[in-house]
């Protein structure tokens, strides 16, 4: 089987949401947006995970603590900036990335 893994952006700080937390720690019903996000993966039977993290990036951390890899986007520049921190976990790997 080919070795698939994911790349999770979630660096953002969710202006727009009027509110202080990142935007993809705002819950949905009983979990967070990044929970689905990375409970769908896992139901795809993808457990190699990365997220991009950024604006007060401990909150997704906790979130997300054993079920995830993580990388620092310190500046918030953009989705392919977002996508290119994590370079560096991704370039000896073969396969497929989403």
């Given at each position: 089987?080919?070795?698939?893994?994911?790349?999770?952006?979630?660096?953002?700080?969710?202006?727009?949401?009027?509110?202080?937390?990142?935007?993809?720690?705002h819950y949905i019903?009983?979990?967070?947006?990044?929970?689905?996000?990375?409970?769908?993966?896992?139901?795809?039977?993808?457990?190699?995970?990365?997220?991009?993290?950024?604006?007060?990036?401990?909150?997704?951390?906790?979130?997300?603590?054993?079920?995830?890899?993580?990388?620092?986007?310190?500046?918030?520049?953009?989705?392919?900036?977002?996508?290119?921190?994590?370079?560096?976990?991704?370039?000896?790997?073969?396969?497929?990335?989403l």
């Amino acid at each position: 089987m080919t070795d698939v893994r994911a790349v999770v952006l979630a660096a953002g700080k969710g202006t727009r949401m009027n509110s202080d937390e990142p935007k993809c720690a705002h819950y949905i019903i009983d979990k967070t947006m990044i929970e689905y996000v990375i409970d769908s993966l896992n139901g795809a039977k993808i457990q190699d995970i990365i997220t991009v993290v950024g604006y007060r990036r401990e909150v997704i951390e906790e979130l997300l603590k054993g079920r995830s890899k993580f990388v620092y986007q310190e500046e918030q520049l953009g989705t392919a900036h977002a996508v290119l921190m994590a370079e560096e976990l991704l370039k000896d790997k073969k396969g497929i990335t989403l």
